[in-house]
């Protein structure tokens, strides 16, 4: 072979060996016939969110894959998700349950995918993990025996539960009574009047002596006698310095005199029809050792006593702490006066004196500085009153607040200055306690206020009976905040608040049942207001929210609403028909309230413990609100409480003259009540991706597909919307709309999307079909989400054909629709956007017909619920919510069309991301 044909096979050689790659990559058109240059592709673990790989190479020319020189396609070196490969879990700790809370096992909880890992198993929830209250796991507290004194209780030697304070002797649960010593009735003297062991005890004492140590008051302070025709200002300037002297403010010789015989000082009032009612003044003082008087300024007790000339019903008698203007101080801090009338009296229409009979009135008191007085009253019928043997007696351990209160009152034995072995009235007949969630005593009167003005007037104590019991006539009525309760969080709210106001607290107390049983006796007919609100002053006063029960003679009731709608009234529109009363015979009324959800109350009445049951349709009104009982008896009130609240108040209003309503215990209980938990519509997790491409062709991802939000020319690059991965990155200043709903094209090609008007979409198959748009989204504060938006729609300002999803700074999330300029409703969930995490929306529509679209928005694969009004944008169109959180636009689309824009519009400061994106047909229902 010459050298010349020696070349020319060489050659043929090197060309067919150059032929198979130029073969194997001529296939794409972008790069031309070249030869592979692989680059390795490192292999990925598969996680519970994302795909992994295999190690393999990859031409960066044509993207052939190889793996170990075997040819391979992209779905055969891809791992698919893994659903327990989990890379971000924050571990929980085991927690024993006890007597009050329960508790759980250990758990793990992923970041990722928001799923939970229990026992190595990957669940949706951490119910599995959860664990009941344990009621007999206490944590018990050592108590040693504590002997009473005459100041304090005592109690047996015992353990108690720090959790919830049930006390154990010998690991018996028993009751706090039965371990209870009450404090003893001895008390020792010092030569200052003092017990050094209770010191204080004489205002828990109703009486300060007790029946085995009669004491007689000997450390009387004397003092000087003024003329009683001085002006106020010159009196007042004397009282200043002549400490423990006696005046009276009325003038004339024969209203008032002072005698002052063999030292012992007296005052007589006389009253008639020219002087109705007297004061006297008394500046406290102490008698020095060398026969000087001493101002006295601190805490003492206070003794005189009272005599009356005739037999009188008195309007205002007794002594109180005033100042130099001779105005009381601090009256709430004060006993009040015997009587019937007037400020700062009991409020008592039979309070009575007999003749001749010398009544005691002990006092404990304080003064805080040299200008104030004790006043003496003394307004009745037409008599003469005398007060006499006045003592003072210092007391240690002051407050520093000025107060009074009532020790003792009672008639004495002025032969030997000792009290009367017999029966003491109750000084102050509200012993009753019981303490209500918001920390008052129901069976105080000052937290009762009258039933016949909405000035939240105090009714006085002229209602309680001599047991301490409460009790109501027509001249009475009132109401009082019972209905209080605390949420998670400590706030105190009521069970029937406003939904849209106090959504979080409110989730709190859904699994609670509160119980309010009063022990009853009632004569003649009344209404009782529940959950009044504030000016739901009775049945009359439609306006306003409340229920009404009315209670007549022959022992039937029957309950009536007001709903705050004055069409919406209804009067004894449902009766009993199983269960009654009887009149002036003790019963147990009971009210069961249970707040099921933020719209739902349910609430049940029970008479000695058996359930009421009634007649009577239930009745939806025309705003679609609904009421009505169940056979059981249970009255249930749906949608109502979504966006407007009833009250806190219980309301005793007595319907005749000769009606009498006693109320004389109550008892509230709370228990959890086991619900079956809804089932929450959920989506099964989507796969996102970055890039991706929409249904128009375009990169959601592609920054030259976004326009500026406020104007339709503006057309985004990279530096001002994308990071350096790849995100969609928006701010205030860069809010930014896009093209994203398209999801058909017509038979000329043209785009159409799923609100396009009626005409636009004729022939095309995209109706009765669920249209799923994922976004992986994340955002450092409050944000507005445009959907299907139109051309001239730029932002939520802008008010134009559009529905836009919110978040506020609290992350609570609204939907609201605009049209033609202006906010047709707006609704508001519960849920929140977690500002410290990415999260999934997902929106999901479907075009129903011709002119409804339906719209259903998901956090996190949980379909969000929401509150509001419906509304009816014109004549032919409406917009609603159903209980599922749909959202349903009916009849618009047929005339008019929304738009396909996305729009993302940050609030001022926040900074929105978008990180990935999917699309899904889903098929026909």
Same mark, same amino acid.
């Given at each position: ?43 990925? !673990? ?27 396609? $992209? ?14 879990? !924050? ?143 010159? %009196? ?62 601190? +805490? ?208 709190? %107390? ?7 049983? $009063? ?86 009445? $029970?008479? =000695? ?61 709370? +228990? ?23 249904? =128009? ?14 104007? @339709? ?36 090609? @043209? ?15 995209? +109706? ?100 509001? !009004? ?22 618009? $689309? ?32």
């Amino acid at each position: 072979m010459n050298k010349k044909n020696k070349t020319l096979i060489t050659g043929m050689a090197s060309l067919m060996m150059f032929i198979p790659a130029m073969v194997s990559c001529s296939g794409n058109k972008n790069h031309g016939v070249h030869e592979h240059a692989f680059y390795p592709v490192m292999a990925k !673990e598969a996680t519970c969110v994302s795909t992994g790989n295999i190690a393999y190479d990859q031409c960066i020319y044509c993207k052939q894959i190889e793996v170990n020189g075997e040819r391979k396609t $992209l779905e055969e070196v891809t791992l698919p998700m893994d659903p327990d490969a989990h890379k971000h879990l !924050e571990d929980f700790a085991a927690i024993a349950p006890t007597c009050i809370s329960g508790g759980n096992t250990a758990y793990s909880y992923c970041e990722d995918c928001g799923k939970y890992v229990i026992d190595g198993e990957t669940v949706n929830g951490n119910e599995s993990a959860l664990l009941p209250i344990e009621p007999n796991n206490h944590h018990l507290e050592e108590l040693a025996y504590k002997a009473p004194t005459c100041g304090t209780d005592g109690y047996k030697a015992h353990m108690e539960c720090t959790l919830c304070h049930k006390d154990f002797i010998d690991g018996q649960e028993v009751s706090e009574d039965s371990i209870f010593i009450p404090k003893t009735k001895q008390h020792v003297y010092d030569e200052n009047g003092a017990d050094n062991v209770c010191k204080k005890a004489f205002q828990f004492d109703n009486q300060v002596f007790d029946d085995n140590n009669a004491y007689s008051l000997s450390a009387c302070s004397k003092g000087k006698e003024m003329n009683s025709t001085q002006e106020k200002a010159p %009196i007042a300037e004397a009282l200043k310095n002549e400490r423990m002297t006696f005046i009276t403010q009325t003038d004339g010789e024969t209203a008032t005199t002072v005698s002052n015989e063999n030292g012992d000082i007296s005052l007589t009032h006389k009253v008639d029809k020219d002087n109705p009612q007297a004061f006297t003044r008394i500046a406290p003082g102490v008698k020095k050792n060398d026969g000087t008087i001493e101002t006295y300024v601190g +805490k003492f007790l206070f003794s005189m006593d009272v005599t009356f000339k005739e037999n009188v019903y008195v309007a205002r008698v007794g002594a109180m702490i005033v100042n130099s203007s001779f105005s009381v101080i601090s009256a709430n801090s004060q006993a009040k006066l015997l009587g019937r009338t007037g400020a700062n009296s009991e409020g008592k229409a039979d309070r009575s004196f007999e003749a001749g009979v010398t009544y005691r009135f002990v006092y404990s008191m304080e003064t805080t500085d040299e200008t104030q007085l004790i006043q003496l009253w003394g307004c009745s019928n037409m008599t003469t009153i005398t007060y006499s043997n006045f003592h003072l007696i210092p007391l240690t351990e002051a407050e520093n607040k000025v107060s009074s209160t009532f020790l003792y009152f009672g008639k004495t034995d002025m032969a030997n200055n000792e009290f009367h072995v017999e029966p003491k009235p109750n000084p102050d007949p509200a012993k009753k306690s019981v303490l209500m969630p918001n920390e008052q005593n129901f069976f105080d009167a000052a937290n009762w206020t009258k039933a016949t003005s909405n000035d939240q007037e105090a009714l006085g104590e002229g209602i309680y009976e001599s047991d301490g019991s409460l009790s109501f006539d027509k001249n009475s009525a009132a109401r009082i905040n019972l209905f209080h309760v605390k949420a998670n969080d400590g706030t105190l709210i009521h069970v029937g608040d406003n939904a849209s106001k106090k959504a979080e607290q409110l989730a709190g %107390i859904y699994s609670k049942e509160y119980s309010y049983s $009063l022990e009853m006796l009632v004569n003649g007919s009344f209404d009782m207001g529940i959950l009044a609100a504030g000016k739901a002053l009775n049945k009359s006063i439609t306006e306003q929210a409340a229920l009404y029960l009315t209670f007549l003679e022959d022992g039937s009731i029957s309950m009536s609403q007001t709903s705050g709608d004055p069409s919406s009234v209804f009067t004894d529109h449902f009766n009993v028909a199983s269960g009654s009363y009887e009149q002036g015979k003790k019963f147990t009324f009971t009210i069961k309230l249970h707040r099921t959800d933020a719209k739902t109350l349910k609430v049940q009445f $029970l008479i =000695n413990g058996a359930a009421l049951k009634w007649n009577g349709d239930a009745i939806t009104t025309k705003t679609g609100y609904s009421y009505g009982f169940d056979e059981n008896g249970v009255f249930t009130s749906s949608k109502y409480l979504a966006n407007i609240g009833m009250g806190q108040r219980l309301s005793v209003l007595p319907t005749s003259e000769s009606s009498k309503v006693t109320i004389s215990d109550l008892k509230i209980e709370t +228990k959890t009540v086991e619900t079956p938990a809804e089932p929450e519509a959920s989506l099964d997790a989507l796969e996102v991706s970055n890039p991706y491409t929409m249904y =128009n062709g375009y990169d959601l991802f592609a920054s030259g597909n976004w326009t500026a939000a406020n104007e @339709n020319k503006t057309v985004r690059d990279d530096e001002t919307i994308k990071d350096s991965d790849g995100n969609l990155v928006f701010k205030k200043d860069t809010s930014s709309r896009i093209d994203f709903f398209h999801v058909a094209k017509d038979a000329n090609g @043209n785009l159409r999307h799923l609100a396009d008007k009626k005409d636009n979409i004729a022939g095309l198959d995209i +109706k009765n079909k669920d249209y799923r748009f994922d976004l992986d989204m994340s955002s450092s504060g409050a944000f507005d989400l445009m959907m299907l938006g139109n051309a001239s729609a730029f932002d939520k300002s802008d008010k134009n054909n559009s529905f836009y999803l919110s978040a506020d700074a609290e992350g609570t999330l609204s939907l609201s629709f605009a049209l033609n300029k202006t906010f047709m409703s707006t609704f508001v969930s519960e849920a929140k956007f977690d500002f410290t995490k990415k999260q999934r929306i997902s929106i999901i529509m479907n075009r129903v017909n011709d002119s409804d679209i339906d719209i259903s928005i998901y956090l996190d694969y949980k379909q969000v619920k929401w509150m509001g !009004e419906s509304s009816k944008p014109n004549t032919s169109s409406a917009l609603s919510v159903n209980e599922e959180g749909k959202v349903s636009l009916t009849g618009l $689309l047929a005339t008019v069309g929304l738009g396909q824009r996305l729009g993302v519009m940050p609030a001022d400061s926040s900074t929105v991301k978008i990180l990935g994106a999917a699309f899904l047909p889903s098929p026909t229902k």
